[in-house]
Nanobody, 124 residues
């Protein structure tokens, strides 16, 4: 069992930056692929980024490459999402998720554990 708690969301002006954190509790955190997803009002949840348990593999939503960076710190059981040059269309609830499968995946349905989400609002 893994419990995930996101933090770091808030209100920021367009062009600004935020760093989201996801603190995990439970056993064997270092075994999990960690992902970030987001859901904007009236839209489906979408993949943002993920990182393998070793940290050697990362995937990003194509349109976010170069602006968003995912990283992890196994010693702190924490995964981060650094978001730069934020745009109003980045406004959403951002969720952290953990997957204990063998293959790194961008498919939300494959993730086993989810946090409660943190709101990110980007003003124009």
């Amino acid at each position: 069992q893994v419990q995930l708690v996101e933090s770091g969301g808030g209100l920021v002006q367009a062009g600004g930056s935020l760093r989201l954190s996801c603190a995990a509790s439970g056993r064997r955190f270092s075994r999990y692929t960690m992902g970030w997803f987001r859901q904007a009002p009236g839209k489906e949840r979408e993949f943002v980024a993920c990182i393998s348990s070793s940290g050697s593999t990362t995937y990003y939503k194509d349109s976010l490459k170069g602006r968003f960076t995912i990283s992890g710190d196994n010693a702190k059981n924490t995964v981060y999402l650094l978001m730069n040059r934020l745009k109003p269309e980045d406004t959403a609830v951002y969720y952290c998720a953990a997957d204990d499968g063998a293959v790194v995946t961008t498919d939300a349905s494959r993730y086993d554990y989810w946090g409660q989400g943190t709101q990110v609002t980007v003003s124009s």
